[in-house]
């Protein structure tokens, strides 16, 4: 299954661009998270990770090639021209035809709806033009704002896996709720 990822996706409010890897792009983001620590460290291991600009123009470079593979595709997201976060389509599996997004927004764009917009627009080209059939969405049990995008999506909980990773954050070892949402369940949307 060969996945032709398009640049651009656009919404009512916001505008989704592939990211790329450029320097301009690394640094907006390196920005962003640096801005962001206290807010995206208890949910994401990676802002630990992200100690300088180069940081994150590897981490483009890194996700450049896992898309030239057609494992995952990360959208940056824009309110007019100001850069807000990432949504990705990831663990893109052809053969089962299906796929997870994960997401991250600064916390001075949170409880907006961006997230639950992005959802969408991301959801909607997986289901429409990449052929997907289901797509999940994973967080931690206490990410109350991801699990409440995932529940606006009309994404249907699954269940909670316990206990199956390790929270540096938290110090302890955390549970993942799962939720997804099937292709004809989007249909009837």
Request: proline share 2%.
């Amino acid at each position: 299954m060969s996945l032709k990822f398009k640049n651009q996706l656009k919404g009512k409010r916001l505008l989704l661009k592939r990211a790329k890897p450029t320097l301009g792009l690394a640094e907006i983001m390196f920005l962003t998270i640096d801005k962001n620590r206290q807010h995206l460290e208890p949910w994401f291991p990676w802002p630990k990770l992200t100690q300088k600009v180069e940081d994150s123009l590897k981490y483009l470079f890194d996700d450049e090639e896992k898309t030239k593979k057609g494992t995952i595709v990360t959208y940056s997201l824009f309110i007019n021209k100001e850069y807000i976060g990432n949504i990705s389509l990831f663990n893109i599996d052809g053969k089962k035809k299906s796929a997870e997004i994960g997401y991250w927004l600064a916390a001075s764009h949170t409880r907006n709806g961006y997230t639950t917009e992005a959802v969408g627009i991301l959801e909607k080209e997986a289901f429409e033009n990449l052929g997907l059939n289901r797509i999940q969405i994973k967080c931690d049990e206490r990410n109350l704002a991801s699990a409440g995008v995932a529940e606006k999506c009309s994404y249907k909980k699954e269940g909670l896996l316990r206990e199956d990773s390790f929270s540096e954050h938290f110090n302890g070892f955390r549970n993942t709720l799962c939720f997804s949402k099937l292709k004809s369940e989007y249909k009837k949307q």
